[in-house]
């Protein structure tokens, strides 16, 4: 019984994951959009996967550390990469 629930629970988590969040006729925003795009370093390390990708606009926060500028999805990412942006750097490769 145990391992019919285990299989059970691993197909709806499969069936989950392997859903879509859009339909055929909707683009993923990053493939519809030709505005540049860059990495949240903080939500990429604390691994918020849906924070990951910026449109990087105007509006966008971003902070230059060592000559190169970076990009975040909030203010509240910049303010933490400001306060130790090795943390984050450490994380690229």
Known sequence: MR???LCLAAALL???CASSNHD????PVAAS???P???CLVCKRNADLACVDVTVD???PRCVYDGTTYYFCSDDCRNAF???PQK???TRR
Do not use: R
């Open 3 to 5: 391992l019919i629930t």
């Open 14 to 16: 499969a069936l989950g």
């Open 24 to 27: 055929a006729t909707t683009q």
């Open 33 to 35: 959009s030709s505005a």
């Open 37 to 39: 795009h860059a990495e």
């Open 58 to 60: 105007k509006a966008t």
């Open 82 to 84: 400001m306060k130790s």
């Open 88 to 90: 984050y750097l450490s």
